[in-house]
């Protein structure tokens, strides 16, 4: 289906979920991608043997969750091993102050719980999750059982595989075309987590995007708070530091290649940078979707985000992530309106191959501070 301004979006390929009462993945049609979907069988989570396989491996489990993307790499999470579930809460300490909703900090949740529940497949159980369980607890996101027993699936042990080199691409591209089939794949696992991947395939709708977020990337450039968060969660080759973007994966900003969406300006004239700029332009330009704008819906993008960032990473496609331009709700509004997007944009992507990785650290488990 072709949504507009040659921005493609493949609704109905395979049909947006309707009401997820406790699951969160709808069952999908055949293949490996079915066996991403949670168990819905709640009787068979609650046995105390399965307890105890989350109690045994919550080590394991919470330090694969925290290999999800975050943004500024603040690792906005904390998990609590309860009897018989993880708990998935936000840590509102490490919410940026650019991001008054929250949106960005449920998103990057939500990539933590997509991790999450791909841990519980490599210990060969479906997960059960409870997505927003308590309303009285805003903090408390998601709570993840282990459901009926069943062996991950090929594209589950790709996906697997793919955690340590998967990366936030901010260096050059190689050249060359995405495997084919990739990208009705990473629609695919966009769908499956009940979010839309929309591809930006028409000249005219990059031309609109690049110019939108050339613009806003100007003005998020220059506003101080958020040069001062970037100064507070950017890190140079000499820190220690576990969370926050290093200087190895961040690129200079000289010669933003043709085909490359502006980045944020990470660097602040500070010189340290150390990524090279140029290289091929990227293959694909998408845009995340929502079909509504509420916490519900920003953990789903999360998860959608690692699902298809993985997916991807198992072939060695990587991706830059944008959401600068969607800080601002004029900016948000205008991409939405210009590029007729059906649906709420919560990421802006760039995918090409690559063969390098720059690796960011996470927080050991149990690390209770917040900076
Ligand atoms: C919600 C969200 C927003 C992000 N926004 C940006 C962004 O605007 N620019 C960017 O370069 N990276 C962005 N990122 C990527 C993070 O900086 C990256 O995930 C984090 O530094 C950890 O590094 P890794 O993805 O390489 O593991 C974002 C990630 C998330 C989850």
Redesign the pocket.
């Known amino acids: 289906m072709d949504a507009g301004c040659g921005v493609t979006a493949r609704v109905r390929a395979f049909g947006l979920p309707g009401s997820r009462p406790k699951t969160l993945t709808p069952a999908l049609a055949a293949g490996d991608h079915a066996g991403m979907g949670d168990s819905s069988d709640s009787v068979t989570g609650s046995t105390a043997g399965q307890a105890q396989v989350l109690a045994g491996n919550a080590r394991f489990l919470i330090a694969s969750a925290a290999?999800?993307?975050?943004?500024?790499?603040t690792q906005p999470w904390r998990f609590r091993i309860s009897p018989g579930a993880v708990e998935l809460r936000s840590d509102p300490q490490r919410k940026l102050r650019t991001d008054p909703s929250g949106?960005?900090?449920l998103?990057?949740c939500g990539?933590a719980l997509f991790a999450l529940r791909l841990a519980v497949r490599s210990l060969g159980y479906l997960p059960v999750t409870e997505l927003l369980p308590d309303p009285a607890q805003l903090r408390l996101l998601a709570r993840v059982r282990t459901g009926a027993a069943a062996p991950p699936n090929g594209l589950e042990r790709q996906m697997l595989d793919a955690v340590q080199h998967?990366?936030?691409?901010?260096g050059p591209f190689a050249p060359g075309p995405l495997p084919p089939g990739l990208l009705a794949g990473l629609q695919h696992d966009a769908l499956a987590e009940g979010a839309t991947l929309g591809l930006v395939t028409g000249g005219l709708a990059y031309d609109r995007l690049e110019r939108i977020t050339a613009a806003a990337a100007r003005r998020g450039d220059l506003s101080p708070r958020a040069r001062a968060e970037i100064r507070r969660w950017t890190r140079t080759e000499a820190g220690m530091a576990r969370d926050?973007?290093p200087a190895t994966?961040l690129a200079s900003r000289t010669g933003r290649p043709a085909g490359r969406l502006p980045?944020?300006d990470?660097d602040l004239g500070r010189g340290i940078a150390r990524l090279p700029s140029g290289g091929a332009p990227p293959s694909a330009t998408a845009v995340l979707l929502t079909p509504g704008d509420r916490r519900a819906d920003w953990l789903r993008a999360?998860q959608a985000?690692y699902r298809l960032?993985l997916h991807a990473a198992s072939q060695w496609v990587f991706a830059?992530?944008?959401?600068?331009p969607l800080e601002d709700t004029t900016t948000r509004g205008l991409i939405s309106s210009q590029l007729a997007l059906p649906g709420h944009p919560?990421?802006l992507l760039q995918l090409g191959p690559a063969t390098t990785v720059?690796?960011?650290a996470r927080r050991p488990p149990g690390e209770p501070d917040s900076p």
Not at 67 to 73: E, G, I, K, Q, T
């Open positions: 290999r999800a993307p975050s943004v500024h790499n949106r960005e900090m998103i990057s990539a998967r990366h936030t691409h901010r926050g973007i994966a980045q944020r990470f999360g985000l960032l830059s992530l944008h959401t600068q919560q990421m720059s690796p960011t």
